[in-house]
Structures are given as structure tokens and as C-alpha cells.
């Protein structure tokens, strides 16, 4: 009655055992030393395609996989002292953990096979890698461009849409974009310069002072211009570097600016010479139209004392004729009429020196008038000259304006250039926050290698649990064997 | 010893006697009146006496292309009171001729000239014309 109780008991253990393993959602089986089926759970039916009585002291090369019968068979990999073997079957990869099973007095009595599914940890771990392939990729892209860019060659990033650094490479082709443009616009201006300076220097050889500070000034421009050309390609080699670089281009270009604005004031200076000029040459113009006045009020006179002189030849000829008058009345008097005719005859000769002396002055004054006109005439062509010289001081006017709108627009594009080396500072500071990013990025890859290995480990761990109780279960089995022998049914 | 007036024409020098001559006028207008003899100009108001004014050159048929201005010489007739004006180029003076300075007009020039006699001057030869015939000739 005991004894039966007993094997009540020891039977529920074993249903317990047998019902934990079954419970067990991957293969686990056990065979003899000569590899014949102990003992399959319900998962390792379901993977052979047997049932448990069916398989049961069948050889467990009955598995079908494809390392069943090879070297790398589980047991025999057991047997050269390595206890995990993989295997495949019907797409899916499996990991096959293999274990010695032992009696109560430690004698090997089998082998325990647990199998687990690994195809999904395959393929994360593939996936992972693939990423990690990638990353590197993408990584040696960016390399090479900034190795292009500090060969001072602008090549941009390739850039696929599936890019893991996408929004990276975005940034540094926009920066390596900039710098390119940055680089152009500063060729430009210098070329722009250059053609402004020509122009200047076609202008007025009265300007020559003007012109050669515009020149020097240029020169330094160009110049300046060369050193932020030099100084930017240094600042692709070491990107440290390109910030205090585009300081030194905001800092050149300011200072030229400030010469531009100068050079502009010098215009201006010249300008109100020019115009103090323009003013005298007025003032002289003024003189010789006062000139011509007077010459003209002069003539006015000699044109007045002409009519005196016609006067005085009128009055000689009336005089001349009162005198032939007397001489009749003396003829007609006879003897008493002589010494009349001597007076008139007297009159008559006095008459006849005035008429003399008025055309003497009637000449001179004809000749005077035409000597005055002469003068006229020739500060006519004076005054005509200065005009022409005001005329061309206006040019010069026009020039120095010239001058000064150069200067001015010279001044504005380097305050471009200069707010231009601002925002590729602020450029190569996203550069730099992206970099941080890809660090981030790395650490976070190596951070999930790091949990997958803790994953694996964790198995490794459950499938020797695994195998400590199956083999206690063995234990048990075999008591209960045992114990079934001493009773005669 | 005569007294004469010496005066130019177009073509040169004449002369009359002073005893013929009222006074010498300068020029002065000369208003045309309808009907006259070929020699005759007009007349003039003459300080309210009014005088029938004839034409030297054109009495010699003389083409007078000289613009300076003209002398009239008023004369008297030695008959009656009645005056006449005679259109001169110039009259130059009164002079005193002596015998000797005269030569005798030959008889073809005297009567187409109506010259009395050739004076002979340092400004070349002046004709002594008989100015009586001439105004008889002329308002005839």
C-alpha cells in the first residue's frame, strides 16, 4: 500500500516534469549515449514530425537537419568540447545548445539538445551590421569631400535618400556651397574693382591726384582681396581655422571700406576746389564783361564827338561861305570895300584850317573806333575762353562726382563681403553641431551592440537552467524506473 | 582890273563877274514846277523872294555824276531887279584878275561857250563866261 502511494507520487512528478518541458516553446530533447531518443518535448515534435511514443529509442539523426550525421552534429561538437552548434531547416536558423546527461553518481547516461530559433537575432544582427556598413559609408562620403575641400577642390557630398546621415551631408554641402560662393563673390569683387579703377583712371588728367589715390587705394584692394582669397583656402584645411580667417576678411574689408569712404571725401574735397575754381573764373568773366561795357561806353563817346566834328566842318563851310559872301560886298564896294576883302579872305583861310583840323580828328577817331572794336573783339574771344574753361572745369566736376560714386559703390560691396563672412561663420557652426550629431549616432550604434550581447548572454544563461533541469528530471525519471521494476504487474 | 567868282563845274573850271553876283547860297531844296525849259530846275524860297533856278550842266549838256553838295549862286540882272539861281558844283573865291592873266577865247569856242576869255591860274585854266547871254539864253 505504501509502495503504490509512492508510485502515485513519483508518477505526478513525472507528469509534472514532462508537462514543464512541454510547456517549453522551443525543441528540447534527450538521448542515450548511443544517440536513441529519451525524451522530446512538445515543440521538438512539432520541428520532426514525429510523436513522442513514435520517436522514442529512434536514432536522433531522424531530425533531418543539415548537420545531422556531419561533424558539426551537436553531439559531436559536444564531444570535441564545444557545447553550441547551428544549424538550418526550412529557411529559419537555429542555435542547438548541447549538454551531458548524468546518473545519480555522475556517469554520462546521454545528451540533452536544446534548439532555439535564431533567425530573428540573425537578421537584427544583419540589420545592424548593414547599418553600421552604411553609417561608414556615408561617413567615408563626408571625409572625402572635407579632404577635397582642404585640397581647396569644392566637391559635394553624394548623398543617397536613404541616407542615414542625410540631414548632415545636406548641411555640409550647404556649407561647402557657401564657401564656394563666398570664394566666387570675393573673385568678383576684386574683378569689379579692377574695372571700376579703369574707369576711374580714363577720367580727366586734371583729376590725376584723385585718380592715383583711387589707384593706391584699389592696389590695397586688390591686395586685401588676394590675402582673403589665400587666407579662405587655408581656412578649408583646418576648419578650426576658418573662423578666425573670416574675421580677419570682415576686418580687411571693413578697413577698406573705411579707405573707400575716404577716398570718396577726397572727391569731395576736390569737388569744392573745382568749384571755388569755377567761381573765380566766373568773377573773371564778370571783369571782362565789364570790360567790353566800358569799351562799348567809349565808342558810345567817339560816336558823340563825331557829331562835334560834323558840327565843326558845318560850321567851317557856312563860315567859308560867308567869307566868299563878304568878298562879293568887298567887290561891289571897290576901292572902299579892300580891306573888307582882306579880313574875309582872313575868315575864309581861318575857315578853311578848321575844316582841316575836323577832318584830322574825324580820321583819328575813325581809327580809334576801329582799334577799339579790335579790343572788343578780342575780349570777345577772351571771355569765349573762359567759358570754355568754366566748361571744363565742369567736366572735372563731373569727374570727381564720377570718383565719388565709385568710391561709394566700393564701399557698399565690401560691406557685403563682410556681411557675407558672417553668415559663413554661423554656417560652419551648424558644421560643427553636426559633427556632434554623428557622435551621438556612433555611440548610440555601439550602445545596442552592447545590448545584444547582454541579450545573447541572457540565453546562453536560460539554456543552462534549461539543461540543469532536464537532467533533474532524468534523475527522477530513472528513480521512477527504479522504483516501477521492484513491483511485478 | 576886273572882279570874278570862280566856281567848278563836271568838267572844270569857270569864272563871272563878281558885279553879276548877289550872293552864294548853300544848297537847299529845290521845288520843280511843271512846263520849265530843259536848263531849268525849280525854284526856291529865298528869305521870302522867290527864284527861278537854273542848272550850269545841264545848260552845257554836262553829265554830273558828282554828290558833294552844291553851291547856288544868286544873281542879278544888270537890267531890271528880276534875280535868278544858278546850280554850281562849288564856288571857290573871289578874285582879282589883271590884264595880263587873260588870253583871248578863239571865235568857234567863244560862241558855243559863251566864254569870254582863258584865265590862266596856278589851279590851271578857269573860263571867264559871259553870264548876261547865258541867263538871256536860258529864260529867253
Request: net charge negative; aromatic share 4%.
Amino acid at each position: 500500500m505504501e509502495e503504490k502511494d509512492e508510485v502515485i507520487i513519483l508518477k505526478n512528478k513525472v507528469a509534472l516534469l514532462e508537462s514543464i518541458l512541454d510547456a517549453i516553446p522551443f525543441p528540447v530533447s534527450a538521448t542515450d549515449i548511443s544517440r536513441n531518443w529519451l525524451f522530446i518535448n512538445k515543440a521538438t515534435e512539432k520541428s520532426i514530425g514525429l510523436s513522442r511514443e513514435e520517436a522514442l529509442g529512434k536514432n536522433c539523426s531522424l531530425w533531418n537537419a543539415n548537420i545531422c550525421n556531419t561533424k558539426d552534429c551537436g553531439i559531436n561538437c559536444l564531444e570535441r568540447g564545444d557545447s553550441v552548434t547551428y544549424f538550418s531547416q526550412e529557411g529559419e536558423d537555429y542555435k542547438v545548445d548541447i549538454a551531458y546527461l548524468y546518473d545519480s553518481s555522475r556517469k554520462k547516461i546521454g545528451y540533452l539538445e536544446v534548439v532555439a530559433n535564431v533567425s530573428e537575432l540573425q537578421r537584427l544582427i544583419k540589420a545592424v551590421n548593414e547599418k553600421q556598413n552604411k553609417l561608414q559609408d556615408s561617413i567615408k562620403d563626408l571625409d572625402h569631400s572635407f579632404k577635397m575641400l582642404s585640397e581647396g577642390r569644392f566637391v559635394s557630398v553624394p548623398i543617397s535618400s536613404d541616407d542615414p546621415l542625410l540631414g548632415l551631408k545636406e548641411n555640409a554641402n550647404e556649407s561647402i556651397d557657401s564657401l564656394k560662393e563666398l570664394v566666387v563673390s570675393l573673385k568678383e569683387t576684386a574683378k569689379s574693382i579692377a574695372s571700376s579703377v579703369s574707369d576711374i583712371s580714363t577720367s580727366s588728367s586734371d583729376i590725376a591726384k584723385a585718380t592715383q589715390q583711387v589707384a593706391s587705394t584699389v592696389g590695397l584692394v586688390n591686395g586685401q582681396n588676394q590675402a582673403e582669397i589665400t587666407s579662405l583656402e587655408k581656412t578649408i584645411k583646418a576648419l578650426d581655422a576658418v573662423s578666425s580667417s573670416i574675421s580677419q576678411v570682415t576686418a580687411g574689408a571693413k578697413s577698406l571700406s573705411e579707405k573707400a569712404v575716404n577716398v570718396s571725401e577726397n572727391g569731395k574735397t576736390s569737388l569744392v576746389v573745382v568749384n571755388e575754381t569755377e567761381k573765380s573764373i566766373a568773377r573773371a568773366k564778370d571783369i571782362s564783361d565789364t570790360n567790353v561795357g566800358q569799351i562799348k561806353d567809349l565808342s558810345e563817346k567817339m560816336s558823340s564827338i563825331n557829331k562835334i566834328v560834323r558840327l565843326i566842318t558845318e560850321i567851317a563851310s557856312q563860315t567859308n561861305l560867308l567869307s566868299l559872301n563878304a568878298a562879293i560886298e568887298a567887290a561891289r564896294a571897290g576901292e572902299y570895300g579892300r580891306g573888307f576883302a582882306v579880313v574875309a579872305a582872313e575868315v575864309k583861310s581861318l575857315a578853311n584850317d578848321s575844316k582841316k583840323s575836323a577832318e584830322e580828328i574825324s580820321s583819328s577817331i575813325e581809327e580809334i573806333t576801329a582799334k577799339t572794336s579790335l579790343a572788343v573783339t578780342s575780349i570777345m574771344e577772351t571771355s569765349k575762353d573762359m567759358a570754355d574753361a568754366v566748361g571744363r572745369i565742369n567736366d572735372v566736376g563731373v569727374a570727381s562726382k564720377k570718383v565719388i560714386n565709385e568710391a561709394t559703390e566700393v564701399s557698399d560691396t565690401l560691406k557685403q563681403v563682410a556681411e557675407e563672412s558672417d553668415k559663413q561663420s554661423a554656417t560652419l557652426q551648424k558644421v560643427n553641431q553636426d559633427f556632434t550629431g554623428v557622435l551621438e549616432m556612433l555611440e548610440k550604434g555601439l550602445k545596442a551592440m552592447d545590448e545584444l550581447a547582454a541579450l545573447a548572454e541572457e540565453v546562453s544563461a536560460s539554456t543552462e537552467e534549461i539543461a540543469s533541469i532536464i537532467s533533474e528530471v532524468d534523475k527522477m525519471g530513472k528513480s521512477l524506473f527504479t522504483m516501477t521494476e521492484r513491483f511485478e504487474v | 582890273m576886273d572882279e570874278v567868282l570862280i566856281f567848278r563845274l563836271p568838267n572844270g573850271l569857270y569864272a563871272i563877274d563878281v558885279a553879276h553876283v548877289k550872293e552864294v547860297i548853300s544848297y537847299t531844296k529845290i521845288n520843280s514846277v511843271p512846263n520849265m525849259k530843259k536848263s531849268v530846275v525849280g525854284i526856291i524860297d529865298l528869305r521870302g523872294e522867290i527864284i527861278t533856278v537854273f542848272s550850269l550842266s545841264r545848260f552845257y549838256d554836262l553829265i554830273d555824276q558828282d554828290k558833294s553838295e552844291k553851291n547856288i549862286v544868286i544873281l542879278h540882272s544888270s537890267v531890271d531887279s528880276e534875280r535868278f539861281g544858278m546850280l554850281v558844283n562849288q564856288v571857290y573865291v573871289v578874285r582879282e584878275i589883271k590884264e595880263k592873266e587873260f588870253e583871248k577865247l578863239p571865235d568857234f569856242l567863244s560862241s558855243c561857250t559863251y566864254g569870254k576869255v582863258i584865265i590862266k591860274t596856278a589851279k590851271g585854266i578857269v573860263i571867264w563866261i559871259d553870264i548876261v547871254s547865258i541867263t538871256e539864253e536860258v529864260f529867253k
